[in-house]
């Protein structure tokens, strides 16, 4: 079980829409529905009629949905008990973020202000975004990093979550360069064989915005590994396992020493922006005083 079917079961139920309810919790509708289905296959018994618009909940589902919010309830309320009772001077400053920007990013600025606010505790949780968003809208942390895309942006209520944009980290294509060079690899000048590639999860955000970059152009590539991580696709191309599209932020010492190389010039790359999300009004004064200095 995963709490986090649980919540989106009760938002499908709330909005009687997959489309809906999978941009309001942050996620792919097919992502959406997969986990939709988990939670059917958990219970042993179809939830939703599909096959009505808008859809239904079964009988099933009317009888689980209210232990669902119960149980959701009961957590949350024994969660923030906890929290409370271990205030003073052990609170720590809660961040969650994706995994790329909290050991390319977030670690080094959380260094500088341990500098200039001795006794400053932090506890970082990196994720995916679709968790780190889930953690902030539930109050289990106080800010959240992530990136920012002009087209494919996170699912975040600004008129409740204030945002502050931090810094632009372009999105390149690169390579190592020792294999670019002898096998000349190059998007724009792409030669008879295709240039191996190391590609994201499509449903994943740096996934959705590669599609969006390079659009409906003809690319002489051939995907041989897909994974969700920046850091494990980082280092396939560190051993020339192929070419891939990587954060400046998580290669900029490999790109000053030319151990990596750009394959493409600023046609085929784009500019993420790395944002940050909280509440002002609804955390701890030392979380915002953190939240004033980002």
């Given at each position: 079980?995963d709490l986090?079917?649980l919540v989106?079961?009760?938002?499908?139920a709330?909005?009687?829409?997959?489309?809906r309810?999978s941009a309001?919790?942050?996620?792919?509708?097919?992502a959406?529905?997969r986990?939709?289905?988990?939670?059917?296959?958990?219970?042993?018994?179809p939830?939703?009629?599909?096959?009505?618009y808008?859809?239904?909940?079964?009988?099933a589902?009317?009888q689980?949905?209210?232990?669902?919010?119960e149980?959701?309830g009961?957590?949350?309320?024994?969660r923030?008990?906890i929290?409370?009772?271990?205030r003073g001077?052990?609170?720590?400053?809660?961040f969650?973020?994706?995994?790329?920007i909290?050991?390319?990013?977030l670690?080094?600025?959380?260094?500088i202000m341990?500098?200039?606010?001795?006794g400053?505790?932090?506890?970082?949780?990196s994720?995916?975004l679709?968790?780190?968003?889930?953690?902030?809208a539930a109050?289990?942390?106080d800010?959240?990093?992530c990136?920012?895309?002009h087209?494919v942006?996170?699912?975040?209520d600004?008129?409740t979550f204030?945002?502050?944009d931090l810094e632009?980290?372009p999105l390149?294509?690169v390579a190592?360069?020792g294999?670019?060079?002898a096998q000349?690899?190059?998007?724009e000048?792409?030669g008879?064989?295709p240039?191996?590639?190391?590609?994201?999860?499509?449903s994943?955000f740096?996934g959705?915005?590669?599609?969006?970059?390079?659009?409906?152009?003809?690319?002489?590539?051939?995907t041989?590994?897909?994974?969700?991580?920046?850091e494990?696709i980082?280092r396939r191309?560190?051993r020339?396992?192929?070419f891939?599209w990587?954060?400046?932020?998580?290669?900029?010492?490999?790109l000053l020493n030319r151990t990596?190389?750009?394959?493409g010039g600023?046609?085929?790359s784009?500019?993420?922006?790395?944002?940050?999300?909280?509440?002002?009004?609804?955390?701890?004064q030392?979380?915002?005083?953190?939240?004033?200095q980002?």
């Amino acid at each position: 079980m995963d709490l986090n079917w649980l919540v989106d079961f009760e938002c499908l139920a709330r909005t009687l829409n997959f489309t809906r309810a999978s941009a309001e919790r942050n996620i792919t509708q097919s992502a959406f529905s997969r986990r939709i289905k988990a939670l059917e296959s958990w219970v042993g018994l179809p939830l939703v009629n599909r096959d009505t618009y808008p859809v239904q909940l079964t009988e099933a589902g009317i009888q689980f949905l209210p232990v669902a919010v119960e149980v959701v309830g009961h957590l949350s309320e024994s969660r923030q008990t906890i929290r409370d009772a271990d205030r003073g001077d052990r609170q720590f400053i809660r961040f969650s973020a994706l995994h790329t920007i909290s050991v390319n990013y977030l670690a080094a600025r959380i260094e500088i202000m341990q500098r200039s606010t001795p006794g400053l505790r932090t506890r970082v949780i990196s994720d995916s975004l679709s968790t780190c968003c889930d953690l902030l809208a539930a109050g289990a942390v106080d800010i959240l990093l992530c990136y920012y895309h002009h087209s494919v942006s996170p699912t975040i209520d600004e008129r409740t979550f204030a945002r502050k944009d931090l810094e632009i980290d372009p999105l390149i294509p690169v390579a190592a360069a020792g294999p670019a060079k002898a096998q000349g690899w190059e998007l724009e000048r792409p030669g008879t064989e295709p240039i191996p590639y190391l590609a994201y999860e499509p449903s994943s955000f740096l996934g959705m915005v590669v599609e969006n970059t390079v659009g409906k152009r003809n690319l002489n590539v051939e995907t041989i590994y897909v994974d969700s991580l920046v850091e494990t696709i980082k280092r396939r191309v560190m051993r020339g396992g192929g070419f891939a599209w990587l954060p400046e932020t998580s290669v900029s010492d490999e790109l000053l020493n030319r151990t990596l190389v750009p394959i493409g010039g600023a046609d085929w790359s784009t500019s993420l922006t790395i944002s940050a999300f909280a509440d002002p009004g609804a955390i701890e004064q030392s979380a915002r005083d953190i939240w004033d200095q980002l």
